[in-house]
């Protein structure tokens, strides 16, 4: 799935009005297995100069990142996380944990040749989903529908629950990122 979607569906999983540490670890565990993925296209693009394109062609799939991605999309060490919060009654931890967990396990079955090991350490195997989120080779246009119609209501879900003005305009700003990703991008390259 696309990062907003992920955050959406970590807080309306969990997220409370009046539990702001957990509402931020949830946020921040929903971003955190894409964040090395932000850091690699921000430095293969403003430092080494590579075009978008290559970035995603190539330097995605070198082992160096790949690597990388590994540590910071697995699933058991999520589920750790998750435990070791909840049986020591720590907020932050588990949110963070079942955040980044959840991230994990829709990602797995939503990526089709650019999945992560996301059991590592225990093993290095990708799963090559016949399903992608974004590649129209792969029903990535349906998916992104999909994702986009789920995220909708995600919205809707949090927007009833949270009635502050900045809370608000948080939700509405991530939906509008996450149409723009999920269907948006298809429309651009008139794919669909
Ligand atoms: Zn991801």
Do not use: C
Not at 12 to 26: E, H, Q, V, W
Not at 66 to 91: K, T
Not at 118 to 135: G, R
Not at 148 to 169: D, E, H, Q, T
Request: charged share 15%; hydrophobic share 55%.
């Amino acid at each position: 799935m696309n990062t907003p979607a992920h955050v959406l569906l970590a807080v309306a999983m969990a997220g409370k009005p009046d539990a702001r540490g957990r509402n931020t670890a949830l946020v921040a565990g929903a971003l955190f297995p894409d964040i090395t993925m932000f850091f690699m296209v921000g430095w293969e693009r403003w430092v080494n100069g590579m075009s978008l394109d290559a970035i995603f062609r190539d330097a995605y799939f070198s082992a160096f990142w790949q690597e990388v991605f590994a540590v910071n999309n697995s699933a058991p060490v999520f589920a750790l996380m998750l435990v070791v919060g909840i049986a020591l009654r720590a907020d932050w931890l588990w949110a963070f944990g079942l955040a980044a967990l959840a991230h994990a396990l829709l990602d797995l079955p939503l990526h089709n040749d650019d999945g992560h090991p996301h059991f590592w350490p225990f093993t290095d195997w990708i799963y090559s989903s016949p399903i992608s989120y974004w590649d129209p080779d792969h029903y990535g246009v349906q998916a992104g529908w999909v994702e986009a119609g789920i995220s909708m209501v995600l919205a809707v879900i949090l927007l009833r629950r949270f009635i502050g003005i900045p809370a608000r305009l948080a939700i509405v700003a991530g939906l509008a990122i996450e149409l723009m990703f999920s269907v948006g991008g298809h429309f651009i390259y008139g794919e669909g």
